[in-house]
């Protein structure tokens, strides 16, 4: 099949799939609990996949945009290994996969010193902020600033009206500060860590933004655009294996085994994941690409119902597991 027509038929099955999966969006709900997420359309589905040639495949609402949320605690784990060295951060944050909520508290306490488990849930996210180099969240802040302009070429813009809201109603999140703080595992004040945090989480994209960090870590933190690598590779392997055992929260078993992709999600509804170049003769994506997908009505784990039933689709179908 030429590549022109093989591309006709991935984006004609792609429409077909979309169409079918916005049905499953009705099983969810958009988050609540962060009172700006509520407006969002919970019958939207979009999807965007990024080759390293640039080439671009679509459909839905992939360009509706939405917020970061925790796809952002990939990059900042990045941004903070790439300041630190993977040792010192590693020092104050684990990499075991807990099966809790992402917004737990219980296993803090429950095993001493409480050094959170990994970066992908709220606390050791949180940590994670604490450590981005600067002496204020704004210096922390623009730091991680440069680090998204880098990847996607353009300056992140901050949704101050989802920062507020959460920032106003994120108590669960302070708890979790005033824990790490006590137990020495923030390295800036509460207040300050929970600024840089929920900034990060508030940082606006679409699809195809999400789907070119996929696709820079699908080849180990080569840039393919800028013609650069931007972040060494361990620190890369290192971020994948964290989004493939702890990235989808308590569903990261189920995610690993139905879809077999490196992936993170949101509760605005994001899922950004990504498909190594990998060896499969028949593979559609020899040379690997970036997923990023939204629908924002979430399942109880919090991730989007109906773009986890289509990545399932897309892994089956195509046959793009890692395993
Ligand atoms: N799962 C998420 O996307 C959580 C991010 C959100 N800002 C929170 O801290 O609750």
Not at 6 to 32: I, N
Request: hydrophobic share 40%.
């Amino acid at each position: 099949m030429t590549k022109s027509k093989w591309d006709r038929k991935r984006m004609d099955e792609l429409e077909q799939w979309v169409a079918y999966h916005r049905l499953q969006a009705s099983e969810g709900k958009c988050a609540s609990y962060i009172p700006a997420l509520r407006r969002a359309d919970p019958t939207h589905l979009g999807i965007c996949i990024i080759e390293p040639s640039g080439h671009k495949i679509t459909a839905g609402e992939w360009d509706v945009p939405f917020t970061l949320q925790s796809i952002s605690k990939v990059v900042s784990f990045i941004a903070a290994c790439c300041h630190h060295g993977i040792s010192y951060v590693l020092d104050r944050v684990d990499v075991e996969p807990t099966g809790d909520a992402f917004n737990s508290i219980i296993r803090l306490e429950m095993h001493k010193p409480g050094k959170p488990f990994n970066p992908m849930i709220n606390a050791g996210a949180i940590t994670v902020s604490s450590l981005l180099p600067g002496d204020t969240p704004k210096q922390k802040l623009d730091y991680l600033y440069a680090i998204f302009q880098k990847i996607t070429s353009s300056a992140p813009v901050v949704n101050e009206e989802v920062f507020v809201s959460e920032w106003m109603t994120s108590h669960r999140n302070r708890a979790l500060s005033h824990y790490l703080k006590d137990t020495g595992y923030l390295d800036c004040e509460v207040e300050e860590a929970l600024e840089v945090y929920l900034k990060q989480c508030s940082i606006e994209v679409n699809t195809e933004q999400i789907a070119l960090i996929g696709l820079i870590l699908a080849l180990d933190g080569y840039h393919p655009l800028r013609g650069e690598q931007i972040f060494p590779k361990q620190v890369v392997r290192l971020a994948k294996a964290l989004m493939l055992t702890c990235g989808m929260y308590d569903a990261s078993g189920k995610f690993a085994a139905y879809v077999g992709l490196p992936a993170k999600s949101g509760v605005s509804g994001g899922i950004m994941t990504l498909v190594p170049p990998i060896l499969k003769r028949e593979s559609p994506f020899p040379d690997g690409c970036g997923i990023g997908i939204f629908g924002p009505a979430i399942d109880s784990c919090g991730n989007s119902v109906a773009g986890v039933s289509l990545l399932k689709q897309i892994a089956h179908e195509w046959d793009v597991s890692i395993f």
